[in-house]
């Protein structure tokens, strides 16, 4: 079955550093949508990327999808104490559709003053 | 607005009984998924419905069941609860099948 990957794990930087998650798909996806999950809270909804190279910025995140629609990347500038959390893709696969997400392993990020 | 909402958001079930989750999308989305969280690991999809049908079932055994109301709201059923039923059960709601899904704070169920 689709698996995905995310790394790193974990990740410990201090207040103002830059952050990168990766994420790969055993099998190419039709989007690739990111999560936030808080600590003891639910994921929300950050973006979607659909088109193959697709890169959209929320203003100090910056999402990436590959040009084989199976990777993508989210970047952080400049970490702040809000932006800790675990961060997850999910896509569905290319014959699934609808949301029947396949979440990432997720990268847990935490901001140290 | 209100957004997805989820109850109980916390139940302690004995091994062998059963359990019902509840959830309400958000108004005017027709779309409800369920999905099993695992302390440290990513939501894992258990089903979607969409228009009161089911359109998507995950790898889970049948002791789990859903179903969607003429209301859009939905249930999931665990039946003879194990120990590894303990999880953070996610429900989340979208317009359609295909667009993006808000979650529900979730039902922390533990079983002991």
């Known amino acids: 079955g689709q698996q995905v990957m995310q790394i790193p794990q974990y990740q410990h930087v201090q207040e103002g550093e830059d952050f990168t998650t990766y994420c790969n798909s055993s099998?190419?996806?039709?989007?690739i949508q990111w999560y936030k999950q808080r600590p003891g809270g639910h994921p929300v909804f950050l973006i979607q990327l659909v088109k193959s190279g697709e890169v959209k910025k929320q203003k100090r995140l910056t999402f990436q999808f590959g040009e084989a629609k199976k990777n993508s990347s989210l970047h952080i500038t400049a970490t702040q104490t809000t932006d800790v959390g675990t961060y997850f893709c999910a896509g569905p696969g290319v014959t699934g559709g609808g949301n029947k997400l396949t979440f990432g392993t997720g990268t847990q990020l935490k901001v140290e003053l | 607005d209100a957004g997805v909402t989820q109850s109980p958001t916390h139940l302690i079930k004995t091994r062998g009984q059963h359990v019902t989750l509840r959830c309400s999308p958000i108004s005017g989305h027709k779309s409800v998924s369920w999905y099993q969280q695992v302390l440290g690991q990513g939501p894992q999809f258990i089903f979607q419905y969409y228009e009161k049908e089911e359109r998507g079932r995950g790898n889970f055994p049948d002791r789990f069941s859903a179903r969607q109301f003429p209301n859009y709201s939905s249930e999931l059923n665990v039946n003879a609860l194990l120990l590894g039923d303990s999880a953070l059960y996610l429900c989340a709601s979208s317009f359609h099948r295909n667009t993006e899904a808000f979650f529900g704070q979730g039902t922390r169920l533990t079983v002991v």
């Open positions: 099998t190419t996806l039709s989007n």
